[in-house]
C-alpha cells in the first residue's frame, strides 16, 4: 500500500508528532511524514523530527501573534508541495491558519485540541475545563477551518478530572490519551477513501 505522506506543523515540544512517528516506526500506520515545520526556531518538534531524520524546517513567522505573514504561509504551502505532502498534520501548532494553506490543502488539514469540542476551544483549555469545575474533559482530532478549533469534529478521547487535579496533571492525562487518538485518526484516513 502507498504510505500516505504527510506534512506537520508545530510550535511545542512535539510529544503528538512522536506519538505518529513511533506508530510509523512500528509498522501500525501506513503513512511517512515528509517534513515538519515550525514557527519557533527551537522548538522541540524540530529537534525531535532531526532525530527520525525527518526534513525539518523553521519558517520565521513574521510581525503577526496569531497567524503567520502571507509570505511565511506561501513558504509553507510551497514547502509542502514540493515535499508531495498529501495530508497536512497539526500536531500543537500555536497560530491560526490563513487562505494560502486552506486553499491549497481543502479538507486536507487536521489539528488536535485539549478538550472535548466544541467546550473550551482556544488556549489551555485543560486549565478552562479545571476553572470550570467540569467532572469529564479530554481531546478532539478535527479538520480545521477559518475558525478556531471549529471544524468538523473526527474523534474524541473522553479523559476524567481527578480530585486534586493541578493544570499539569489534568494536561499529562490528556496527552496519554492525545497519543492514542492522533495516530489512529492518521492510520484511518490512511486507510480511507482519501486515497
Ligand atoms: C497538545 O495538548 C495539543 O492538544 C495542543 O497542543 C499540545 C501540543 O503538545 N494543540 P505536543 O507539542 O504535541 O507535545
Redesign the pocket.
Known amino acids: 500500500m502507498e504510505k500516505l505522506r504527510l506534512g506537520v506543523l ?10 505518529i512517528q513511533e506508530a510509523i516506526l512500528h509498522g501500525e500506520l501506513a503513512a511517512e511524514a515528509r517534513l515538519v515545520i515550525s514557527d519557533v526556531e527551537g522548538a ?2 524540530l529537534d525531535a523530527a532531526r532525530r527520525y531524520a525527518v526534513r525539518a524546517e523553521y519558517v520565521a513567522p513574521g510581525r503577526f501573534r496569531t497567524k503567520l505573514e502571507p509570505e511565511a504561509e506561501e513558504r509553507v504551502v510551497n514547502l509542502l508541495r514540493e515535499a508531495g505532502v498529501e495530508l497536512v498534520v ?5 497560530r491560526m491558519i490563513k487562505e494560502p494553506l486552506l486553499e491549497a490543502y481543502p479538507g486536507r488539514i487536521i ?4 478538550s472535548l469540542l466544541p467546550a473550551f476551544p482556544g488556549l489551555d ?2 486549565k478552562q475545563a479545571l476553572a470550570a469545575g467540569v467532572a469529564e474533559t479530554g ?1 478532539t482530532v478535527h479538520y480545521v477551518d477559518r475558525g478556531m478549533d471549529t471544524g468538523p469534529i473526527i474523534a474524541q478521547r473522553r479523559v476524567p478530572v481527578l480530585p486534586g487535579d493541578t493544570a499539569e496533571t489534568l ?1 499529562a492525562r ?2 496519554v490519551a ?1 497519543h492514542e487518538v492522533y495516530p489512529e485518526v492518521v492510520r484511518r484516513i490512511a486507510v480511507g477513501p482519501m486515497r
Open positions: 508545530g510550535s511545542g515540544k512535539g510529544s503528538n508528532y512522536r506519538a522541540g518538534i497539526l500536531a500543537g501548532y500555536m489539528n488536535i485540541h485539549p483549555a485543560w481531546c494536561h490528556i496527552q492525545e
